[in-house]
């Protein structure tokens, strides 16, 4: 992994940017133009060998997504399958909150960049990646525990980084949940996810109303097929 610089932006695009951003936070003020990691390049130098570089910007640059003729670079996620320890899957819906309201999807989020003085490398995602499960889940799972399992691209050219988490029992995925969820409310915060549910098969998710994340079928596929 190697830090790359964001590439020049013309001022009508960046005032077109801004101004698509400020329509976004009116209809959303809870919005949050937080520092983000995006996807500089990504390639494959042999076949076990992935060379990602990235660049540091703030959620306003997706806007840019809505801007003609503007070109946003691609979003860096990652994201985490939690298995049951019957075999099934974790899948969680977003809140009316936040920019995808209830849309299904596994449990992760945005790279943030490093702090002064660290580096974003391969023990950092999977740090990332176990502090999703314990914000968003309440389900403590050690860095060194995930394992970086696939990489996804999707809507827009975003770069999924998937981790496999060690499965746990259906009554601890619950009750840390609902843990979870009180303490957000205890704090005056809507919690990111409002629901979870546990698929047997990638058949159960079309069950499921409302949207789906574009990688959320067929990883849930892969991870089926892999037995």
């Known amino acids: 992994m190697a830090e790359a610089a964001e590439p020049p932006l013309p001022p009508q695009d960046a005032e077109a940017r801004d101004r698509v951003w400020d329509m976004a936070v009116r209809a959303n003020p809870t919005l949050f133009d937080g520092p983000v990691v995006a996807c500089g390049g990504l390639e494959l130098t042999n076949p076990r060998v992935l060379r990602l570089s990235w660049v540091r910007v703030t959620y306003r640059h997706y806007a840019l997504r809505r801007v003609s003729g503007a070109t946003a670079l691609p979003s860096l996620v990652v994201n985490v399958v939690q298995p049951t320890d019957d075999g099934r899957v974790l899948v969680a819906r977003m ?10 999807q596994l449990p992760g989020g945005s790279l943030e960049p490093p702090r002064a003085g660290a580096v974003l490398d391969e023990s950092a995602l999977a740090g990332q990646a176990a502090r999703e499960l314990v914000e968003e889940l309440g389900t403590g799972a050690a860095p060194e525990d995930l394992k970086l399992w ?42 990111e996810l409002d629901g979870i549910a546990l698929v047997r098969s990638p058949d159960e998710l079309a069950g499921l109303s409302g949207p789906h994340a574009d990688y959320l079928d067929p990883v849930v596929r892969r991870f089926f097929g892999r037995r």
Do not use: K, M
């Not at 809140?95 to 299904?104: E, H, Y």
């Not at 981790?163 to 809507?190: K, V």
């Open 95 to 104: 809140s009316p909150s936040t920019a995808a309201p209830g849309r299904w």
């Open 150 to 191: 696939v990489v996804t691209r999707g809507e827009n050219g975003s770069v999924g980084l998937t981790y496999l988490a060690p499965a746990l029992p259906e009554a601890t995925l619950r009750a840390d949940f609902t843990a979870a969820a009180a303490a957000e409310c205890a704090q005056g915060r809507e919690p």
